[in-house]
């Protein structure tokens, strides 16, 4: 973890970011931009896939990054059936815009929470705990979207 948070702090001075951005987390996710026009908006997260093991902090992380790109992936999915479920270019690209400020929260979201352990190995934990938190309250809002827009319509897809 020390290994991992002295590399970013490096990165972060070679950038100009100055010493106190050397504790926060990578960037963040970002709906792909192509997908906003051509198809449902899908999460593609930035960070290096860690080993689970919650003997260590790093593989604590880890174990808490597997969960977030299982939650993402079911989003993902669940994005993808609402977004057929919309009937106009202008509500696609609502649900785009809508995506990618719920994405921009979550990362500044978390990294206030995270905030709290700054300094320790427990901060990036802390983050990509406050991800899988923030992803399935986000499924549960997403739920509810597609039960509105599926309400009377026999031949709606699944909800997954």
């Known amino acids: ?10 990165l972060m001075l070679a950038m100009g970011a100055g010493s106190a951005a050397a504790a926060e987390p990578p960037a963040g996710p970002a709906a792909s931009p192509a997908a906003a026009s051509a198809g449902p908006p899908v999460i593609h997260e930035s960070f290096t896939l860690l080993p689970c093991s919650p003997s260590t902090t790093l593989g604590m992380e880890g174990c808490a990054e597997h969960r977030v790109l299982a939650e993402d992936h079911r989003i993902n999915r669940e994005m993808a059936v609402i977004y057929r479920l919309l009937t106009t270019a202008t509500a696609r690209r609502h649900l785009a815009a809508a995506s990618a400020t719920w994405l921009a929260y979550r990362r500044a979201d978390c990294t206030s929470q995270a905030d709290t352990y700054a300094g320790g190995s427990e901060a990036l934990v802390a983050y990509v705990e406050c991800l899988v938190q923030a992803d399935g309250a986000r499924t549960v809002n997403l739920r509810a979207f597609y039960k509105e827009l599926s309400q009377g319509n026999a031949t709606a897809p699944a909800f997954p």
């Open 1 to 10: 973890m020390g290994k991992r948070l002295f590399v970013l702090a490096l």
